[in-house]
């Protein structure tokens, strides 16, 4: 089923790709005929192609040919399957351009450090507004009006306060997160099961020691788990946040390919992104199952 997933829809993409009949709205000419603005490549609109057609044949000239063909920012799978590989053995159209591998790694670097900064203090108040009913009517009022405020909004201003590199992207990343983080583990915190808790006082444990030696164990599966969702948050964040300062990373290399129509290339790099995204939790989960090997979940 598992397998199913991802061939039912690159099932469907090879029929709109391969099948003429099913879309195919253009025209892809492989012989202008008389017609002198056309080239061998060219797309055209089925009306329009059939027009000229038309009109060649009615007044006695060669008219031109062409086969049905989607238009070119619909590349069939295997130009995009192509694309992988010559995506990181063509050098950038530009001198100043990023190669794909390059362009990859600066993209990991921008989610490690927005997410890591994130967690770093997300967690922790998250976990404390879960276990204390104080800190959590203190925080959670401005967190819950927070998390609703678009992140990309804050771009200009974190332009203004740390520059055209890195610091913006990495911050937008951080406020994409954070406040979510904050009440999606203050909510994992809650629904720790209360006879632990009942178990640990009859014991004598004191708040401290309920909160380090009971809380905290107790939600470490299902914490983990709302980090691996909440790091696929971070790579929704990502393009909107290269968007921001310097031309650098995964989204400039769309961005260039898409300028030059390669857009084999800008599939193949948004598939690179759905591969390392995907490739990560399941290393996550692995190691996961590894670490709480007592979770059924």
Request: one cysteine or more.
């Amino acid at each position: 089923m598992g397998v199913a997933s991802f061939v039912m829809p690159i099932l469907i993409w090879s029929l709109v790709s391969y099948v003429p009949w099913i879309w195919h709205p253009q025209v892809m000419v492989t012989d202008p005929g008389s017609v002198s603005y056309l080239d061998v490549g060219a797309h055209l609109p089925r009306a329009d192609f059939e027009t000229e057609v038309s009109d060649a044949r009615r007044e006695g000239r060669e008219p031109p040919r062409g086969v049905p063909a989607n238009p070119v920012y619909l590349p069939a799978p295997d130009q995009v399957l192509r694309a992988f590989h010559t995506s990181f053995t063509t050098p950038p159209p530009t001198k100043d351009g990023q190669w794909l591998h390059q362009s990859l790694w600066h993209s990991i670097q921008i989610i490690f450090w927005g997410f890591t900064i994130s967690s770093l203090f997300g967690v922790p108040l998250g976990i404390l507004c879960g276990a204390y009913a104080a800190i959590a009517r203190l925080n959670e009022p401005f967190v819950e009006f927070f998390r609703y405020l678009p992140a990309p909004a804050f771009g200009a201003l974190a332009v203004a306060i740390l520059g055209i590199y890195d610091g913006p992207k990495i911050a937008v990343i951080v406020i994409g997160t954070f406040f979510q983080q904050v009440l999606i583990i203050a909510n994992t915190t809650r629904k720790l099961d209360p006879a632990l808790l009942e178990a640990a006082l009859t014991l004598g444990a004191r708040s401290r020691q309920l909160l380090l030696r009971v809380v905290i164990p107790g939600i470490l599966p299902d914490l983990y788990r709302d980090q691996r969702i909440l790091l696929g948050w971070a790579w929704t964040y990502l393009i909107v946040a290269e968007l921001i300062g310097t031309t650098s990373g995964i989204t400039w290399f769309i961005t260039q390919q898409a300028r030059y129509q390669h857009f084999p290339n800008v599939y193949a790099a948004i598939a690179m992104i759905g591969v390392l995204g995907l490739g990560t939790d399941l290393i996550l989960a692995a190691f996961g199952r590894r670490l709480f090997p007592w979770n059924r979940s």
